[in-house]
């Protein structure tokens, strides 16, 4: 029986949010944090039914869950626009990745000009409640967590705190000898030779580390290679970085760089992991197993808050590349410094700035990976456009889908929309 009480939701005509189109396509969309919240009333409900049992075939080829009935496929209807909106470049090219790589759910964002052109949301962010996928979801955006390391250690040398070319064994306790040529420049910029500790098969997201633990795992293992000779990713520097911001501010990383970079950049819903707070709109971890769903593992261990802790939606992004165009509290000092490719010891360059992958001309990028979840951004600020992906998927393939986009929006510039409203924008102005 179809569900009485449903959510209606407000898209941009650039794209309908679950793709809805007169003839239906795998389910994407905008939906809601309650979805008893809000009284919907279809213009046809034979049509909304048809719709709906549609995509309940589409959604269970699409999402593996056994059992998808009819009433989470007119939820997943529902949940979209109340206007049926051709499909573009963009919305092709995330269901044909969605179906492909058996992603639940993906937020996409094209800002131009400081305006989000592009707010979308695709799927499902949580497989077990029916939660759509909306521009206000939540995600854990994994690396792309470092920029903020990397800005909050430029900030204090800024301040006369520190320099980047200070000894890690300044700050860190119980470094071994071999580390003693690493600075904090070799760590921002992933020089230091030192082994990333994903790698390190002892160690385990599970467990609540200290830093000592964590450079004991290190120490007994030798460098990969002389620090400054080469590129080589490495999670286990930025955990060090924010120790470093710790002992020099007296502020654990999440504490120091909330108060100074995410809530003066006006990003309300960003915040740094932690496995007990309730996160409202967050999107749910998966990994496809074989024909199914499953959820991924939840937490992380705060010690590593420097290599991948916040998470994020699409306002939050738009807010902070907002705050970068504007250069507060970042200034455009540190973003250059940020951006800038660094050298190795025989002065080639690498790829990787401080924070950023430095893709010349000022343009940069960065990828995230943790357990569910992949992420991606571009962002060239001279033409003052940036695409930014969040996907609840552990499938590979982030970096790639947010350049698509890119050219996906450069073939076909779309035309600024009013803002999508959320659900809970929707039930505020009802209730009022």
Request: proline content about 5%; hydrophobic content about 40%; glycine content about 10%.
């Amino acid at each position: 029986m179809l569900v009485r009480r449903l959510v209606r939701c407000f898209g941009q005509s650039n794209g309908n949010l679950f793709g809805l189109n007169p003839t239906p396509t795998p389910p994407q969309g905008e939906g809601n944090r309650r979805t008893a919240d809000i009284e919907l009333v279809p213009r046809s409900m034979s049509a909304v039914l048809t719709v709906s049992e549609r995509l309940c075939t589409q959604a269970g080829g699409v999402l593996g869950v056994a059992g998808v009935g009819r009433r989470l496929a007119a939820v997943v209807a529902l949940a979209s626009c109340s206007a049926l909106v051709a499909a573009d470049g963009i919305d092709d090219l995330i269901k044909s990745a969605m179906a492909k790589d058996h992603i639940p759910g993906v937020a996409v964002g094209v800002i131009k000009d400081g305006k989000l052109v592009v707010s979308r949301g695709y799927g499902i962010a949580n497989i077990e409640t029916s939660l759509p996928v909306t521009t206000d979801s939540v995600f854990r955006i994994a690396s792309m967590s470092k920029e903020f390391c990397a800005a909050s250690i430029l900030m204090l040398q800024a301040e006369g705190k520190l320099s980047v070319d200070d000894p890690i064994s300044k700050y860190v306790e119980g470094t071994p000898e071999s580390w003693k040529g690493i600075t904090l420049r070799h760590l921002l910029g992933h020089q230091s030779g030192i082994h990333d500790i994903l790698d390190v098969k002892s160690y385990s997201f599970e467990t609540k580390y200290s830093q000592k633990q964590i450079v004991k795992l290190l120490a007994r293992l030798p460098l990969d290679f002389e620090p400054g000779t080469k590129f080589s990713y490495s999670n286990s520097g930025y955990y060090m970085l924010g120790w470093v911001v710790e002992k020099v501010s007296g502020q654990s990383l999440a504490d120091f760089a909330t108060a100074r970079i995410l809530k003066p950049a006006g990003m309300t819903t960003a915040s740094y992991f932690r496995y007990g707070t309730i996160v409202p709109s967050r999107a749910n971890g998966y990994y496809w197993n074989v024909d199914h769903f499953e959820n991924a593992w939840p937490t992380r261990p705060e010690v590593g808050d420097g290599s991948g802790a916040v998470l994020a939606s699409l306002g939050d992004w738009l807010a902070w590349d907002r705050a970068l165009d504007k250069g507060e509290p970042v200034s455009p000092a540190i973003q250059a410094q940020m951006g800038t490719a660094g050298r190795f010891k025989d002065g080639s360059l690498s790829t990787y700035g401080m924070g950023w992958y430095a893709d010349g001309d000022g343009k940069v990028h960065h990828t995230g990976s943790t357990h569910g979840f992949t992420s991606a951004f571009l962002r060239d600020p001279k033409r003052h456009l940036t695409v930014v992906v969040f996907r609840n998927s552990g499938a590979t393939g982030s970096l790639k889908m947010a350049r698509d986009v890119l050219a996906a929006f450069e073939a076909a510039p779309v035309t600024i929309q009013p803002p999508a409203r959320s659900v809970a924008a929707v039930a505020r102005r009802r209730a009022g």
